[in-house]
Structure formats: structure tokens, C-alpha cells
């Protein structure tokens, strides 16, 4: 059997996450990994875990948790949601309010919904690789969204035009970005938004690292300032609010959600409907339950180790990389950006960086829409140690000088 000839068009552009790929590494215990942007296991809170499970298949409970439940979600996990987004400026009901199985399955739905073949998205360069991914099956082209620019709405008009499509969407993250740790500030947020308006679009704000803040001052989120612009009613915006439980409980859950205005509510559980039904009921009571009792401590102690650990490997990084190496300083997240001399290849440098130092980390082209940004990398410090930290960035640096007195031979 020729699969390939049987496959719809789209799958050609379904490529394999370098960075699913890297975690492969992790299980070679000499390797020192910046690489995967995930949590650290050792701060789930097993505990609440493992007690939710036995209060919800205790009694009466137990039926709804094993049984089919409605698309929309588990409703006491929605209004729990519905608390966290007012107290960040989101004024919205559990109609507005979407579950899934993790953010990443949202992003896949708004590429159904909104991309038709030779559609533009608008992205960040770089951007979320899994983004990407979620996208490209839906046959789109790629505009670059550089927030504060002087570039003109119709500038992005007349390009989407000339490559056969339309608008339909801006996409960010704007806190802690992944992959390069920076947050947008309030003016680029608001550019963003009379932006969208003049080209009537969606906005797609990717929060998946909302909670992670651990210095600075916290900024609005995009649809807490649509939301102030259209009279206080999230009915009458165009901005889609991605969240996740998968950076501060526990992604292996798979429960995220989205909040929008409520006629994207319903057509995004329409897709539901026909993808999966609904999420896992089981998992959606356990979260609510877990969310209830230890959210605010388990944030908190997230927020401490990150913290410690995102100082360590800047002052390490300030001590080990030479001259002409720039990197990001993050105000949260999980993620340090490096951008190496022109010249320099991040996948070559990988190559090099497993098989003599035994260090991995995530090449920045994987990043970049167009192929772009080969002298950049992502750093993850999520997971590391201070040993490991101190180690590993040492070996890098002397890798990364190594290679910049080779090129100038």
C-alpha cells in the first residue's frame, strides 16, 4: 500500500516536534538537558493528587467521574475558572468558558475553525513551536507580528492577499513567551488589539504561563483590555484566552481550557463534539478538586523554585558565555533565549553539545516560521538543579567559545 497517495494534503505539512524528539534525552542519565520546557515532577502535588482521586470515586461521585459528561466541561471546574479569570480582570460565566485536554488541544481547534487553506496567521518570530504544529495542518501562511512596529494594517492585507487568503488571527503569548521568556508590555498589548480591530481579527492569547511571574509587575492580559474596551461585556470581543493546569498542577492530566466570547464558545464545542466527545470527566473532578484545596500554595511553590533556579543559570550564564553572546532575562516562566554571532548554527552547535558535553538544548529555528533564527537557542531551567546549572552552562560556554575561535580561523 502507497500511503502517500492516500494522504490528504495536509499531513504533508505535520512534521515531528524537535522538541518531543529531544526528550528522548532525558533518559540518558549523563546528559545535562536545558531542553524540554516541562515541570518538574518533584513539585506535583501527588498528595492531592492521589486524595481526589479516592474523594471522587468514594460514593455518589464515583458515577459521574466514570460516566460521559457534557462538551463543554465539568461545570463546578468552569466556575472555579470563572473565579481565577475575574480576579485577573476577566469578567466572564461559565458559558464563556471551554475545558479541553490541555491548551494544546485549543490550538488546534482555533486552526479548524479559523484557517482555510492559504489563510494568514499572524505569529511572533519566534514563536510557540507546538503552535506551529497545531496550525500547519490546516494549510496556512505565516505573516510576521512584530508588536509596536510601524508597519500598516494594510500592509498585512495586501500580503495575505497575494498569497490567497485572509486574516484570521493574531497569535501570542504574552507573559514569559515560550520560547523566549520575554512578556509584552501594556502598550504592545494595546497596539495588538487596535491592530486586530483595524483588520477584524481574532486574537489567540496563548497563557500558558500566566501564574509563573516572579519579579516585575504583572500586565493585564490582552482580553482583560478587550474586555475594558467593550463596556466591561466579553461577549463583545475578539480575543480567545488559552489556559492550562499543566504548568502549575499537573500536565500528565491533560486539562486546559479557553475563555471567549460565547458564540466561539459554541462553535469550538462543536468541534469537541466531533474530536473526543469530552474531556476526561474523571480528570476534570480531580483537577477542580485539586485546584480548590492547593492552588494558591502549589503556585506558590513553584514560583519560589523557578525563581531560584531561572537566577542561577543567568549568573551562570554571566560568568561562563563570552562576548558576543546575548540572552534573554527573564520576569518568569521557564525559558532563557540565546542568541549566538552571526554564523553560528544552533542544530550543528546541538549536534556537537550532546556528543562532546553532554548538554542539550533546543535549537531556535524550530521557532521561527520561515525557517529562520539559526543562531539562536532555547534554554529551560524548569528542571535543573543548581549542580546541574552550574555544570552544564560551564560546558556550553566553553562549547560556545570553542566554536566562535573556530569560525574566526
Known amino acids: 500500500m502507497d500511503w502517500e497517495q492516500v494522504f490528504a494534503t495536509r499531513a504533508g505539512r505535520m512534521k515531528a516536534s524537535e522538541i518531543r524528539e529531544l526528550l528522548k534525552l532525558l533518559e540518558q542519565p549523563d546528559i545535562i538537558s536545558f531542553a524540554g520546557g516541562i515541570p518538574d515532577a518533584a513539585l506535583f502535588p501527588k498528595a492531592a493528587v492521589t486524595e481526589a482521586y479516592a474523594r471522587v470515586l468514594d460514593g455518589d461521585q464515583a458515577a459521574t467521574a466514570l460516566q460521559y459528561s457534557v462538551s463543554e466541561g465539568y461545570r463546578p471546574l468552569r466556575e472555579w475558572i470563572v473565579g481565577e479569570m475575574r480576579a485577573l480582570g476577566i469578567g466572564c460565566r461559565a458559558e464563556n468558558v471551554l475545558i479541553t485536554s490541555g491548551s494544546q488541544q485549543v490550538l488546534d481547534y ?12 499572524l505569529v511572533t518570530w519566534p514563536t510557540y513551536l507546538g503552535a506551529l504544529g497545531a496550525f500547519n495542518a490546516y494549510e496556512p501562511t505565516y505573516d510576521r507580528l512584530t508588536p509596536l512596529s510601524n508597519r500598516e494594517a494594510g500592509s498585512y492585507r495586501e500580503a495575505a492577499e497575494k498569497a490567497g487568503g ?22 504592545a498589548r494595546e497596539w495588538l488589539l ?14 500558558a504561563y500566566q501564574a509563573l511571574r ?3 509587575e504583572s500586565v493585564p492580559p490582552v482580553l482583560a483590555l478587550d474586555i475594558a474596551r467593550n463596556g466591561g461585556d466579553i461577549d463583545k470581543t475578539r480575543t480567545l484566552y488559552c489556559g492550562s493546569f499543566s504548568k502549575t498542577l499537573a500536565p500528565g492530566l491533560r486539562v486546559g481550557w479557553v475563555v471567549a466570547a460565547e458564540p466561539v464558545i459554541r462553535k469550538l464545542v462543536l468541534v469537541k463534539q466531533a474530536a473526543d466527545l469530552h474531556s476526561s470527566t474523571i480528570n476534570q473532578m480531580v483537577i477542580g478538586d485539586v485546584a480548590a484545596s492547593v492552588f494558591e500554595a502549589q503556585v506558590k511553590r513553584i514560583r519560589e523554585t523557578y525563581s531560584a533556579r531561572r537566577d542561577r543559570m543567568l549568573s551562570a550564564l554571566d560568568k561562563a558565555m563570552p562576548a558576543g553572546v546575548e540572552w534573554s532575562r527573564p520576569e518568569g516562566g521557564m525559558f532563557v533565549w540565546m542568541t549566538l554571532p552571526k ?24 521557532f521561527h516560521a520561515d525557517g529562520s533564527g539559526e543562531n539562536t537557542l532555547r534554554l529551560s531551567f524548569s528542571c535543573a538543579s543548581f549542580q546541574m546549572i552550574d555544570e552544564g552552562i560551564s560546558r556550553l560556554g566553553d562549547l560556545v567559545r570553542r566554536e566562535m575561535v573556530s569560525s574566526a580561523a
Open 110 to 121: 482555533l486552526g479548524k475553525i479559523f484557517l482555510s487553506p492559504k489563510d494568514t496567521a
Open 194 to 207: 487596535d491592530l486586530a480591530s483595524e483588520l477584524d481579527i481574532a486574537v489567540v492569547e496563548d497563557a
Open 343 to 366: 554564523g553560528m548554527d544552533g542544530a550543528a552547535l546541538l549536534a556537537r553539545a550532546i556528543r562532546d558535553y553532554r548538554i542539550a538544548f533546543v535549537p531556535g529555528k524550530a
Open 214 to 216: 516572579y519579579d516585575g
Open 166 to 187: 485572509r486574516i484570521k488571527f493574531a497569535y501570542c503569548v504574552p507573559e514569559f513567551s515560550n520560547p523566549t521568556g520575554e512578556t509584552m508590555t501594556r502598550a
